[in-house]
Structure formats: C-alpha cells, structure tokens
C-alpha cells in the first residue's frame, strides 16, 4: 500500500474546509481518494468510521457538511466508491460486492482494526455486505436513508427495470450519451445552490458504472441475512424521502431488530440540504454505536450469526495497530 502526499482542499460555495486528503493505492485493487479526519483525544477507545457515500455521489459531495461535527470526534476515513469520483477505476463492470471488497481492503490497509461502518443510501447497502462478508472488520453499523430491499412496489420495479435497461444501452452507446443518461437518473440530486460544485465533483464519475451501480441497487435484497446482525447498530430515517420511501426505511428497522431508527424530517439530500439536522443526528448515532461496542468489548463475530452469512468467501485478516496517521 502507498499513498500520495497529503492534500488541502477548499470545497463548497460555502467555503467549507475540507479535511486532509490523498490517494491510497489498494494491492491488486487499485487507487482511490479518502479524506481522513482525526479524533482530538490521545487513547480513544471508540472505533474509527468510515463514511460511505451514496449512488452518484462522492465522498465529499454527500459528507462535506458533516466533516466539521466528526473531525475532534472521531478518527475517520471517506472514500470516493468504485467508479465514483475519484475511486477505483478498473473498466470493470460495478458489484456492491467489489465495493465492499474494497472497502475491507481500505480497514485492512489503514486502519488494523475493525471500524463502524456508517453508509447513506447505497452506501448503506455497502455497509451491510461488508458485515455479511468481512465481519472482522465491522464493530457496528450506522445505516442512514437506506434499505433493506428496493423493489417490491411497482413503481420500485418500473424505476429500477428502466435503470437496468439503461445499463444494457450504455454498454451500446458512446461515451457522452452513457454520461447525458446518467445525468438525467441523478437529475434530481443535490441543491441548486451547490450545482457548479457538484458538477466539478461529478467530472471523474465513470457514468457506465453509475449506471451498472443503479441496476446493483435494484437487485439488493439483504431481508435473507441481516437479520443475524450481531454488531450495534443504529439508523436515521428520513421521513420525507423521495427516492427511499420511509415505509421502506421502516422494513430495515424490524429487519434489523435492534433499537428504533432515529426519525429525521427531510428528503433524500437531508445531509446536503439540512445538515444543521443531519449532521448532529449523525453524530449522535456514531457515537451511540461506539458506545455500544466499546462496553461490549466486540471481538471479530464469530459462530452464532454464521449461518446468516452462508456463503460468504472469506475476506481479508485483520491488520495489527491502530489507525494509521498520514498527516
């Protein structure tokens, strides 16, 4: 593993500092972009984070405004996605399962030892099969504006087949119209006041893997597994979600079976939108779930939730140390 060296940026219109950011090359997976935040007390006990970000999005595109409420709380890692921004771009075709993989490959690598994995959206679904593959390296789950499954309505089926089908075409047609289509399914993400810099962030997306990630996302079900859970969890719903219905957010909660979703009014940009409710909620519920596991002590799960992750190729060993500081 190598990175580069470290880099400041300046983001949002707002002037928003983000934190420190490099590349970290992945053995035999390839490259990708991580901000890293740091916690500010010597000998923290609670377990790092790493922040998964949503379909279409970029790190820094759906957690800019929550770095400022983590950074002094939290050591943490967020990396840009497969085929997202400036994550691993290998011409391969998109897998939840590579991200995940990935991701278990990034804990290894820089941090040694397990991590609550907070993702949002698709990130959220990320977050979960990397419990169900690489339960070594999760301490708990912190799972916000996503599900358990997408596609049971009809209106889920018509929007999902309409994305698989646009996966099919992309492969078929060039480049700039895989990128005008992929535009039009994200269309109606993010705010008007952030448009020229999320459009600035968007520039390394690989919009064939956007789209190949959209069709993933319809095909996700964890209803099977997830409910051998045996890492502390929390969740945010948010109540007036347009693209994950609340109902649906709601079937993730009893799948789970652990303490009550915490309720948020807004969208599905809640943390781009409302971060001065997001970004507090989120904070909270991080620090919930290190609660949790720190008193539990949590080891690697072992035993009674294996049957859960039937089938699961084994994934990579836990590293030793602690967090890897590269500043």
């Known amino acids: 593993m190598t990175s580069t060296t470290p880099e400041e940026q ?120 990397l419990w169900r593959r690489h339960p070594e390296l999760v301490a708990g789950l912190v799972l916000c504006s996503t599900a358990a499954n997408f596609r049971s309505s009809r209106r889920e089926h018509l929007f999902f087949s309409a994305v698989s089908l646009t996966a099919a075409l992309a492969r078929l047609t060039p480049g700039t119209v895989r990128s005008d289509v992929a535009w039009w399914v994200m269309s109606n993400r993010g705010g008007r006041e952030l448009r020229q810099w999320a459009i600035a962030e968007l520039e390394g997306h690989d919009w064939l893997r956007i789209v190949e990630a959209g069709h993933e996302i319809g095909r996700f079900d964890s209803r099977r597994w997830l409910g051998g859970l045996d890492v502390p ?73 294996e049957a859960a992750r039937s089938a699961r190729p084994p994934g990579p060993r836990r590293g030793r140390g602690g967090f890897r500081d590269h500043r």
């Open 10 to 129: 300046t983001g949002p219109p707002d002037q928003v500092t983000l934190p420190r950011g490099r590349t970290v090359e992945l053995a035999g997976r390839g490259s990708l972009f991580v901000r890293q935040g740091f916690s500010s007390s010597s000998g923290d006990q609670n377990p790092p984070l790493v922040l998964l970000h949503g379909w279409g999005a970029t790190a820094d595109l759906n957690w800019f405004s929550s770095y400022e409420a983590l950074e002094g709380e939290f050591d943490f890692l967020a990396p840009d996605l497969r085929g997202h921004g400036r994550g691993i771009h290998d011409g391969r075709r998109f897998r939840l399962a590579d991200v995940a993989d990935d991701v278990a490959a990034l804990i290894t690598a820089e941090i040694g030892r397990p991590a609550t994995i907070v993702g949002y959206s698709m990130g959220g679904t990320v977050a979960q099969l």
């Open 233 to 305: 969890a929390a969740q945010i719903l948010t109540l007036d979600d347009e693209i994950i219905p609340a109902r649906r957010q709601e079937e993730l909660a009893l799948t789970i079976g652990q303490d009550p979703p915490t309720r948020i009014r807004g969208g599905h940009s809640v943390c781009i939108e409302n971060p001065a409710v997001f970004a507090p909620t989120l904070t909270a519920a991080a620090h919930a779930v290190a609660a949790h596991a720190v008193a539990a002590r949590i080891s690697p799960p072992r035993g009674s939730s």
